[in-house]
C-alpha cells in the first residue's frame, strides 16, 4: 500500500516549521554579519527572516521530490547556524 499523504506531510512539516527555523537562522545570522548599528541589523534580520519564510514555504511545494524540499531547506539552515556561531 503506497502512503500518498506522507510526501505531501513532509512538504508541510518542511515548509512551515523548516521555513520558520530557517528564518529565525538567518536573522540571526544577518543580526551578527551586518556591520551597522545593532539595532537596524536586529531589525534587517528579522525582516529579511519573513521573506525568507515565504520563500521556504513556496520552496517546500514547487520542489520535484519531498526529499530534495526537506534537504533544500535543512541544509542552509545548518550551514548558516555554523557559520552564525563561528561569526564574532
Known sequence: MRLIWLPTTARIFAGFVGGYALSAVVA??????????????????????????VVAIIWAFAARTATRACLGIFVPCVALGAISHIVR
Do not use: D, H
Open 28 to 53: 540571526l545570522f544577518l543580526a551578527k554579519a551586518l556591520p551597522a548599528v545593532r539595532l537596524e541589523t536586529v531589525l534587517a534580520g528579522a525582516m529579511i527572516g519573513f521573506v525568507v519564510n
